[in-house]
């Protein structure tokens, strides 16, 4: 039975249906995750809408707590010294005002007044919550951080349940969620105290249960509590509890239903972005992780909000810039050694004002002072430098935007005056005559005039207040460490999240703000005063609508730590002093996974679609190609057969052109080549012919020979004999032409001519060598030379005279004691050297050769004969080869050692044709048996 075979045309579509494959495979995996990622973003832009109010409202706690604290931290500078512009602390009367501004604007969040006690009790959660802050910027480890945050848990959970309960949170809580499908979503905020800030499950059915739980929940915390009162609300707590659960199950929102404080998969999901607060580095960026629950699938998405937006959106944005440019990581390495070349330089600062603390300085210490502050702004000037270097870079993405802007610009303008050139030909008498159809065009061209007029002063206004992303990024290293500043100076009760907005959104805005820095800044340097404007710096234009809390002396202090950190840890450290909570929102994905199925099935019938008629349109080109094809493997098939004349025919100049075009060739090419083996195998006959095939008459019965000679290439240059010469004596030689092919086997044919001459002419073997040199030297090129070995045997003697010409060294093996010896050799070979030179280095000597004994002389293709690993038969080998088979008839021997190479070398030697070696072979061997 026959194989089947697959022709070109099953295999072109084979090769379709898998590309078809993989494409259909890609092009669902993109499509898909772009879809989910569509999806998922806008099902996070429909939570988002209705979660930014009631993040503020969670910003607003923190922001709080976080002013009730430093109002606890202010106290140190606030005290009895007082009188005079040299004071160094705010007098107490300056701190109850401040502490009196806390309390209003408490009073203005409530729908009731802030009761004194309700006020104490704060300030004395808040005394608590310093200390841990106090510990926490102390702590050097990640645990520490969560130990101290868990030892004050009670503290801060009453705190911010009193700030809570102040802010009516749950009543935004239920005027944000209550529109939202909630059997899709579930919404928490998380304190850093591992309490619920909000929960959208409070929105359910059950909410007015969650507030009298969370209500008997709060009370049952208090230590002080009377174990009757304790018992009681353990009593009502748990009827509350079941019937809690009994609405969660009736309502069917299994979202709503997870165990978030309980399961350790749902608790590692909030961990992930806790952990990395933890360790002073929160994530700026969500983290989002899949977790299943009563066959259904949910997507939890975790992220650490951030207050005070002036300070935590630059921080977020250096940071990221970071992982994406290796420019801006460049920038941040310089700014690295310029802090840490500060650091020195602010210490002496520090000792001298301390001096200065105590009393006035000297002269020099003055000067020191001033030349101290000079090379701290060269410093600043240093880093100043560094930005503009990186902002020069960036920037240059986008001179597109402002392009697109202008050329915007250009073109309203163009199209304003295009309309109204065509509007200005039509009057109020010609419009009467116009149908009402162009009535209605006309109406709708000045419509489109007027709207147009209206867009360009908003498009000139925006170009004029262009702020490109490479600008925020920039203000943003350039400004974070003045926004901290200005931070630490100033305290504002109201919480403004729109300031950021505010600066990034208007020219005027920015530069009012840049001037506040740089007023900040001057103040505190030219210590003209301690508490009060001077130096031309208005204090109350630094605080705008604050109040300024610190003494120049400790805003000192802070500006040099600031200025001494590296950008990327004063932006960590900002996220991390700018924390506010940590966001979790569940998603239920059944709604996701069902778009994505309708999705997939839509676009896999779409590419099933494209892939069949793809599909057909290869076959139908595959149908074309095959002909042409079958031709060429036709026309192809001829020559294999061996019919040189073909001609392969083919018109196009593609790749099966080119094809045709190489066959042709070779064909041609075929033809040369087999006139040229023709030739070879004539010269190769001829070659053999000049070889003798049968021993001298003479020494049939005295001398029992053997030959064997294998070329490389069909004809080469390697050479043997026997000449008979008389009755008694025969000629015998061994040659080695340089190089292998048809050259060396002229030369050979040629050197064989002058030897039969010369043997017959002359019986000595040093006068036969020095003629044939003499002959060779002059009918030869420079480059060409001939190994030879001559010698002559005497039958009635046993006697061998011989010459060597730079030929290997003979091998003698004798038949009694079975050993085996190596012939004296050496010489010049033919044609190398004049006859003179040659005569005076030949080499010549004379054997004697006992019944049975055998000799055996080689070419340097037995005894160079390498393997893959490039080592050589050798001439050791050889004459092991010779000894083991010594005993044997010559031809035998000769058979053995080709064998042992062929072995060695793992190169076909008996091969039909020319040897697989890189070089001719040619062995004798005679053995006396008379």
Not at 5 to 11: E, I
Not at 133 to 151: F, G, S, Y
Not at 613 to 625: G, N
Not at 627 to 645: F, P, Q, V, Y
Request: with cysteine.
């Amino acid at each position: 039975m026959k194989p089947v075979r697959f022709g070109l045309v099953p295999r072109v579509l084979l090769l379709s249906a898998l590309m078809l494959s993989v494409l259909v495979g890609v092009v669902l995996f993109l499509a898909l995750r772009q879809q989910r990622d569509l999806i998922v973003n806008a099902s996070m832009k429909e939570v988002q809408s209705r979660l930014d109010p009631v993040e503020r409202r969670t910003e607003w706690i923190r922001y709080t707590v976080g002013n009730l604290i430093e109002l606890q931290r202010l106290k140190s500078y606030y005290g009895e010294e007082t009188t005079g512009p040299e004071g160094r602390l705010f007098n107490e009367k300056r701190y109850e005002q401040l502490t009196d501004g806390m309390r209003s604007h408490l009073d203005a969040v409530g729908s009731t007044s802030l009761d004194d006690a309700t006020f104490r009790q704060m300030q004395y959660y808040a005394t608590q919550l310093r200390i841990m802050e106090d510990r926490i910027i102390a702590a050097e480890k990640p645990e520490d951080v969560k130990q101290h945050l868990a030892a004050n848990m009670l503290a801060g959970r009453y705190l911010d349940a009193l700030l809570i309960q102040r802010s009516g949170y749950l009543d935004a809580l239920r005027s944000a969620f209550s529109g939202l499908d909630q059997s899709r979503y579930r919404i928490q905020t998380v304190s850093f105290f591992f309490q619920a800030h909000f929960d959208t499950s409070l929105v359910e059915p059950s909410a007015d249960l969650e507030l009298e739980i969370q209500r008997i929940m709060t009370e049952l915390s208090r230590p002080d509590l009377e174990p009757s009162r304790r018992q009681a609300l353990w009593a009502s707590l748990r009827p509350l509890a079941e019937r809690r659960y009994r609405l969660y199950r009736l309502s069917s929102r299994d979202i709503n239903l997870l165990r978030v404080g309980t399961d350790p998969e749902l608790i590692a999901s909030l961990d992930a972005v806790r952990d990395s607060y933890y360790a002073r580095s929160p994530a700026p960026a969500s983290i989002e992780r899949e977790y299943a629950f009563q066959d259904k699938q949910y997507l939890i998405s975790a992220r650490t909000l951030f207050m005070k937006p002036a300070v935590s959106e630059r921080a977020r944005r250096i940071l990221e810039s970071m992982k994406g440019s290796v420019m801006w990581r460049r920038y941040v390495e310089s700014d690295r050694d310029i802090a840490d070349r500060m650091k020195p330089i602010i210490a002496e600062l520090a000792k001298l004002r301390d001096a200065q603390a105590e009393g006035d300085l000297t002269v020099d210490e003055v000067a020191r002072l001033a030349d101290l502050y000079k090379e701290y702004e060269a410093l600043r000037a240093e880093r100043e430098k560094a930005l503009d270097k990186a902002i020069t870079w960036a920037s240059a993405y986008d001179e597109t935007s402002l392009a697109d802007l202008e050329a915007d610009l250009k073109a309203t303008e163009a199209a304003i005056l295009e309309a109204e050139k065509k509007l200005s030909s039509t009057t109020v008498e010609s419009e009467k005559d116009l149908s009402p159809e162009e009535q209605a065009r006309l109406a709708e061209e000045r419509s489109l005039l007027a709207e147009m007029k209206r867009q360009l002063p908003l498009k000139k206004q925006l170009i004029a207040e262009y702020y490109p992303e490479s600008a925020v990024l920039a203000d943003a290293f350039r400004a974070l460490r003045d926004a901290m500043l200005l931070d630490k100076a100033v305290m504002r009760f109201d919480y403004d999240t729109t300031s950021y907005m505010s600066y990034t959104g208007s020219a005027t805005n920015r530069k009012l703000e840049q001037n506040r820095w740089t007023a900040l800044r001057g103040w505190i340097r030219t210590n003209c005063s301690e508490l009060y404007s001077c130096g031309g710096v208005s204090l109350p234009f630094i605080s705008g609508t604050g109040e300024f809390v610190k003494p120049r002396w400790a805003l000192e202090r802070i500006m040099w730590d600031l200025d001494s950190q590296p950008v990327d840890d004063l932006a960590r450290r900002a996220l991390f002093e700018n924390t506010a909570a940590f966001t979790r929102i569940f998603s239920d994905r059944s709604a996701i996974d069902a778009e994505l199925s309708k999705e997939r099935h839509r676009l896999l019938d779409m590419a099933l679609s494209i892939g069949l008629r793809l599909m057909l349109i290869a076959l139908l080109a595959s149908l074309f190609f095959v002909r042409s094809i079958k031709r060429i493997i036709t026309g192809a098939e001829r020559i294999g057969a061996g019919d040189l004349d073909v001609t392969f025919e083919y018109r196009g100049r593609d790749e099966l052109g080119s094809l045709v075009s190489a066959l042709n060739r070779m064909t041609v090419g075929l033809r040369h080549r087999e006139r040229m083996l023709a030739e070879l195998s004539a010269a190769e006959q001829i070659q053999r012919q000049l070889l003798p095939e049968k021993t001298p008459p003479s020494m049939e019965e005295w001398l029992n020979i053997g030959q064997l000679y294998r070329p490389s290439s069909g004809v080469g240059g390697d050479y043997y004999d026997f000449i008979e010469m008389d009755a008694e004596r025969m000629a015998f030689c061994i040659a080695d032409v340089t190089g292998h092919g048809p050259g060396p086997a002229m030369i050979m044919a040629m050197m064989r001519a002058h030897l039969h001459s010369l043997v017959r002419s002359e019986s000595s073997v040093r006068h036969i060598m020095e003629k044939l040199n003499e002959r060779v030297y002059r009918e030869t090129p420079a480059d060409v030379f001939i190994t030879v070995y001559l010698g002559v045997y005497d039958r009635r003697t046993g006697d061998v005279e011989y010459a060597s010409a730079g030929h290997n060294r003979a091998l003698l093996f004798r038949y009694q004691s079975e050993t085996v010896e190596e012939l004296p050799g050496g010489g010049l070979p033919l044609g190398l050297e004049e006859t003179e030179l040659f005569g005076q280095i030949l080499k010549t000597g004379t054997i004697h050769l006992e019944r049975g004994d055998l000799f055996f002389q080689f070419t340097d293709g037995v005894n160079e004969a390498a393997n893959a690993a490039y080592e050589l038969f050798g001439t050791e080998r050889l004459k092991e080869c010779v000894q083991l088979a010594g005993k044997k008839r010559p031809e035998r021997i000769l058979e053995y050692v080709a064998q042992q190479v062929e072995r060695f070398s793992g190169r076909r030697v008996f091969a039909s044709g020319p040897t697989e070696l890189d070089d001719d072979i040619a062995m004798i061997a005679f053995r006396r048996i008379l």
